[in-house]
Structures are given as C-alpha cells and as structure tokens.
C-alpha cells in the first residue's frame, strides 16, 4: 500500500502563506503586537489563528509549485494585506496618544513622560495611561473578536493572489489617520475649553495683580483642577473611544 504525498507541498505553501498574512497582523495588533508581549505568544496565537482558518480558505490558493517566482509574489501579496490590517488597528489605538498629548499640553504636563510599555520608547504619561485604558477595555468588552472576524472576512475582501489597489490602501491609511486625529481632537475637547478659559482667566488676573507669581499658582491648581475634569469625563471619552473602534473593525469585518 502506497500513500500519496505529493499535495503536501502545496498544502505546506497554502499554510506558510496564510501564516504570513495573519502573522503580519498579529505582529501590528494593539495589545498582541506589542514590545513587552513575548514573541513566542505572538508566535503561538498567529499559528492557532491560521490552524483556525486554514481549513476555511484552503481553496482560495491555486499555487504553482514547479518555480518558486509565484510563490514569492504571493508571499509579498500576503504580507501586504497583512500589514495593511495591522496598520489600520494600530493608527485606530494611535488616537489615545494625540488626546493624551492635547490633553497633557492642556494641564501643563507636557514634560511629565514615561516609558510607554506598548512601544518601549518614552511618551507622555497621560497618552500611555489612556493607551493601556483603551486596550484594556478593548479585551474586557470582546472587540477583540472582531479582529478575528476580520481576519475571516479579509479573505473575501481581499483574496489571495490579488493585489490590493493601490489607491484603495492609500484612501484607506488616509482616512484612517484623519479618523485617529479627529477623534483624538474630539476626546480632548474638554480639556481645550478648560485650558482656554482657565489662561484668559489667569490673563486677567495678572493685569489686575501684577505683582502676584501667577506660574506658581497657576500649575498645580491647572494640574488639580484637570485631574478633576478627567475623572468626571474619563468614562464619556472611553465609551465613545471604544464607538470609534468599533465602527473601524466592523469596516474591517463587513461579512461578520
């Protein structure tokens, strides 16, 4: 009795394949793809995830195995799209460090940083605490699954063995970015109207006292005064924050 193995390198490419694209993924992710995650976690849940869903999308790759340029090109092709999935989660978080940002220059914590543990490198305090907020509630309220599902549905938006259009990843990167800002500018609000009034105020304030050291009284009662209006508004800025991704990994799962 004689076993037929010769589809196994063809299932061996399919499988490496779609690895990469999820692997890519992965390795941008929010919350997965960070630098204090270990690799062989990234490692362990980007090969469950294509055990998952290799039975799923099998089909969808016709690889030529007799010279390897076509499995190149379809290698390069997965790691595209896979990077263009990544992306787009990670600019989605990116927008809780321009509010921190806005926010921390509002307070006159601008120069207050610390490591961020998401990306290793230094950021301002306030951007890494509402980082590590929006990640945490992303996993504590289950968006995370619709990562997953995204995943899934990028095999029909994008299939294997086609390119993305360009102009569509550029439209997309774009937009998203604009979205990141917008809503960053949007969480922040708030504190932009507090530190406008709060300045005018100071302004008249030194006209009418000159002789007064406003700085000294004018930092730790802005620092007080804003630790006060975030806690009263961190739970409106984290609902809608979490609206925000919501409706970003929904575009990414359209069919789910």
């Given amino acids: 009795m004689q076993l037929d193995v010769s589809f196994l390198p063809a299932y061996g490419a399919a499988f490496m394949l779609m690895f990469a694209r999820i692997g890519t993924m992965i390795m941008l992710l ?8 270990p690799a062989r976690v990234r490692l362990t849940v980007a090969l469950v995830l294509t055990f998952v869903l290799f039975p799923l999308h ?20 997965e790691l595209l799209i896979g990077m263009v999935l ?7 978080i990116s927008a809780l460090q321009v509010a921190g940002s806005v926010i921390a220059q509002q307070l006159g914590l601008g120069f207050v940083t610390a490591v961020d543990p998401t990306q290793g490198q230094q950021g301002l ?7 590590l907020l929006g990640i945490t509630l992303i996993f504590a309220t289950d968006l995370h699954h619709l990562v997953i599902a995204g995943l899934h549905d990028s095999y029909r938006l994008f299939r294997p063995g086609e390119v993305p259009i360009v102009s569509d990843v550029a439209s997309l990167v774009t937009n998203t970015i604009a979205g990141a800002f917008r809503v960053g500018i949007q969480l922040s609000a708030p504190f932009l109207v507090f530190g406008l009034v709060f300045n005018v105020a100071l302004g008249v304030l030194s006209r009418l ?35 925000y991704v919501g409706g970003v990994l929904h575009e990414l799962a359209p069919y789910s």
């Avoid at 099998?58 to 092709?77: K, N």
């Avoid at 990544?86 to 989605?92: M, P, V």
């Avoid at 305090?125 to 980082?131: D, P, S």
């Avoid at 006292?209 to 984290?238: D, E, K, R, T, W």
Wanted: charged share 5%; net charge positive; aromatic share 8%.
């Fill in 125 to 131: 305090i306030l951007g890494n605490f509402l980082t």
């Fill in 30 to 37: 929010p919350g997965l793809g960070e630098m204090s995650v």
């Fill in 86 to 92: 990544g992306l787009t989660a990670r600019l989605t």
């Fill in 209 to 243: 006292m000159p002789q007064m050291q406003v700085y000294f009284v004018a930092v730790p009662l802005s620092i007080m005064i804003g630790f006060l209006i975030l806690l009263i508004v961190v739970g409106a800025m984290m609902a809608s924050f979490l609206g």
């Fill in 58 to 77: 099998r089909a969808g790759y016709t690889i030529d195995m007799r010279s390897p340029g076509p499995v190149i090109i379809a290698l390069a092709q």
